[in-house]
């Protein structure tokens, strides 16, 4: 194991190194070195999966389109976010449509931008997917100091999400990458169904926070699967905003 501190892109030359590291490392480090490879879910993930899964509509577009023509916004506010990138200048939240115009005019044309319908999670758990089956999990509390979440960590209630998640990918269908992390989270206010788990968004296993899973080694070995082997279907690729800001990076 080495520790790096990302200021160039050299351990990402090493064929047979396994990385954990942030996303726009990752697009410098891809751009520089062309035989690493990737893995995610991809930023319109959430758009294919049932309703019943997620709770809330889910409708992943571009910057550019968004501008040119501006979605229809229900009660007054949306939620909108950057699907596979996390930027201060475009945070993850609630955006009036003036606001969401305002926002938009700070990215690229082709940046994704993922739209969706207002809903609450009171509680959520990371799961860490290998081959369709969780291996891992930590749970987190977005109103919540993370210094507390070990405190209200309730395992019957995480084993809970752990099982339905697992169930919804079998009934449902729903394809994922060999090593992916998908957090569930209670909804206690779904735009369609009743209150209970739904699937909050899948992140990288290479980049997703570890969130203090006890599970370490079946953490690091979905970090692994993340990047060995992968398939063109899921592939990851950095966004024009990851490649932008990266840029200066990736000479190095």
Same mark, same amino acid.
């Given at each position: 194991m080495r520790l790096d501190f990302g200021l160039d892109t050299v351990a990402g030359a090493d064929a047979e190194a396994m990385l954990w590291c942030p996303g726009g490392w990752a697009a410098a480090a891809t751009v520089r070195h062309r035989h690493l490879q990737l893995s995610s879910a991809g930023p319109r993930w959430l758009d294919y999966l049932p309703i019943e899964l997620t709770g809330r509509e889910i409708v992943t577009s571009e910057s550019g389109a968004l501008r040119q023509t501006p979605p229809?916004? +229900? @009660?007054g506010t949306i939620f909108a976010k950057l699907p596979e990138t996390k930027h201060d200048s475009f945070p993850a939240q609630l955006r009036s449509l003036d606001e969401l115009l305002t926002d938009?005019? /700070?990215? =690229?044309? /082709?940046? =994704?931008v993922q739209l969706q319908t207002p809903v609450h999670f009171d509680s959520e758990v990371r799961c860490w997917v290998r081959d369709g089956r969780v291996v891992a999990r930590a749970s987190h509390f977005p109103d919540r100091a993370r210094e507390d979440w070990l405190d209200l960590d309730d395992p019957v209630r995480a084993t809970? #999400?752990?099982?339905?998640?697992?169930? #919804?990918?079998v009934?449902? +269908?729903?394809p994922v =990458? =060999? @090593?992916v992390v998908i957090d569930v989270g209670w909804c206690s206010d779904p735009w369609f169904g009743e209150p209970g788990w739904r699937i909050v968004e899948a992140n990288a296993a290479w980049s997703a926070d570890w969130y203090g #899973?006890?599970?370490l080694s079946s953490v690091v070995e979905t970090v692994v699967a993340s990047q060995v082997g992968v398939s063109d279907q899921w592939r990851w690729y950095p966004s024009p905003l990851l490649l932008h800001l990266s840029s200066g990076l990736a000479q190095r």
């Open positions: 229809v916004i +229900h @009660g938009l005019s /700070r990215l =690229p044309d /082709r940046e =994704p809970a #999400a752990v099982l339905w998640l697992e169930e #919804a990918l009934t449902c +269908h729903v =990458p =060999p @090593g #899973a006890l599970e």
